[in-house]
T-cell receptor
């Protein structure tokens, strides 16, 4: 297995709890944000996105909140399950022009049964 | 049906060697990317190609040379491998530059 998780901020929760993962983004001009989930040994998977003209978006068991004033993004996971254990990344971008996603540092979520 | 595939999944080689990683996407996307993920899980963009043309090169050493024979493929060739090249390399694609990206499973490169 990998030991790199020791370097990451880690959130430990019990199964059934609600989880909140936070992210501070860097560019006040960014207008598009994505949350990705990366399970061990796999590539990042899209969870949910939000544009800067919104402050909240809901998916299945997940909610993303955007606070542009303080450049803060959060991912809320309802009724967390062991299968939610993974590293979560936020990413930001400017949709205009030739730019690409800039990823945050990642947070490891550990869900105990 | 694998959307973004990479080969090989693991690559162990010695310093100074030259190696290639291949990537293919069957999503019909116009844009493809290479990322490097270090031991601290930090994901950093290396290259972005749009319709076979290089769009973004994020100050990657010129030992790294991407090649896109068609818009469904983006390969990464690395010359004179160094210890610091050890990482997981991810290929990704999107239908719009910078929008939602679909990632491959990664290639773990270990240079000894």
């Amino acid at each position: 297995g990998e030991s790199v998780g020791l370097h990451l901020p880690t959130l430990s929760v019990q199964e059934g709890d609600n989880s909140i993962i936070n992210c501070a983004y860097s560019n006040s001009a960014s207008d598009y944000f994505i949350w990705y989930k990366q399970e061990s040994g796999k590539g990042p998977q899209f969870i949910i996105d939000i544009r800067s003209n919104m402050d909240k978006r809901q998916g299945q068991r997940v909610t993303v909140l955007l606070n542009k004033t303080v450049k803060h993004l959060s991912l809320q996971i309802a009724a967390t399950q062991p299968g939610d254990s993974a590293v979560y990344f936020c990413a930001e971008n400017l949709l205009s022009g030739y730019s690409t996603l800039t990823f945050g540092k990642g947070t490891m979520l550990l869900v105990s049964p | 049906d694998t959307a973004v595939s990479q080969t090989p999944k693991y690559l162990v080689t010695q310093m100074g060697n030259d190696k290639s990683i291949k990537c293919e996407q069957n999503l019909g996307h116009d844009t493809m990317y290479w990322y490097k993920q270090d031991s601290k899980k930090f994901l950093k963009i290396m290259f972005s190609y749009n319709n076979k043309e290089l769009i973004i090169n994020e100050t990657v050493p010129n030992r790294f040379s991407p090649k896109s024979p068609d818009k469904a493929h983006l390969n990464l060739h690395i010359n004179s491998l160094e210890l610091g090249d050890s990482a997981v390399y991810f290929c990704a694609s999107s239908n719009v530059q910078g929008a939602e990206q679909y990632f491959g499973p990664g290639t773990r490169l270990t240079v000894t």
